[in-house]
């Protein structure tokens, strides 16, 4: 079992609408989540970070946690073609290094 | 542009050949991490520096590399006698590690990475 899995995709939704990425981890110690996106061919960039039960939103961005549940989700509201990316989950526990999820590549349609 | 910065940003080489690759981190983070990244696949740990300590490296990929931080600043990540599988992105991340409140220590920034490729 992979320690962190997210579905591959690829998911495709229309432009202003909701889109959800969903990612499951296998350490109950896991400490740290966040949440990075990748345009092809750059590197992966921050968009959010958790660390503790329930909904953090910044913007457009609502991040979920369920700790109980191994369990972390990304809402992006109002998706945008510029959201059009790989989504990568991270996990971290007492060990510093995040370790990834395969990506889900996100398509949004104008 | 205070973001981390890695040189070069491509590398074309022949197997066999040694190839050294440069980062500098975010100039107040403490911790500076190495992760490779192949077609598909999410980024990959293989080491990371507290300052100039290597805190962990079992996770380099094998006795072909190694990785630096001198004077706990910039970092240094080599491979001997490349092999073409070790063609990959080569990422370097900074985060700002002790001192910082809550869990904003182990948020990380990423450079722009060195592409690989061995021919």
């Known amino acids: 079992q992979k320690e962190v899995e997210q579905n591959s995709g690829p998911l495709s939704v229309p432009e202003g609408a909701i889109a959800s990425l969903n990612c499951t981890y296998s350490?109950?110690?896991?400490?740290?989540f966040f949440w990075y996106r990748q345009y092809s061919g750059k590197s992966p960039e921050l968009i959010m970070s958790i660390y503790s039960n329930g909904d953090k939103e910044d913007g457009r961005f609502t991040a979920q946690l369920n700790k109980a549940s191994q369990y972390v989700s990304l809402l992006i509201r109002d998706s945008q073609p510029s959201d059009s990316a790989t989504y990568l989950c991270?996990?971290?526990?007492?060990?510093?290094?995040?370790?990834f999820g395969s990506g889900t590549q996100l398509t949004v349609l104008p | 542009d205070t973001g981390v910065s890695q040189n070069p940003r491509h590398k074309i080489t022949k197997r066999g050949q040694n190839v050294t690759f440069r980062c500098d981190p975010i100039s107040e983070h403490n911790r500076l991490y190495w992760y490779r990244q192949t077609l598909g696949q999410g980024p990959e740990f293989l080491t990371y520096f507290q300052n100039e300590a290597q805190l962990e490296k079992s996770r380099l990929l094998s006795d072909r590399f190694s990785a630096e931080r001198p004077k706990g600043s910039f970092s240094t990540l080599e491979i001997q006698r490349t092999e073409q599988g070790d063609s990959a992105m080569y990422l370097c991340?900074?985060?700002?590690?002790?001192?910082?409140?809550?869990?904003?220590?182990?948020?990380?920034?990423f450079g722009p990475g060195t592409r690989l490729t061995v021919l």
């Open positions: 991270a996990v971290s526990g007492s060990a510093r290094q995040l370790t």
């Open positions: 350490d109950r110690g896991s400490q740290s």
């Open positions: 991340a900074s985060s700002l590690g002790v001192g910082a409140s809550g869990g904003a220590y182990n948020e990380q920034f």
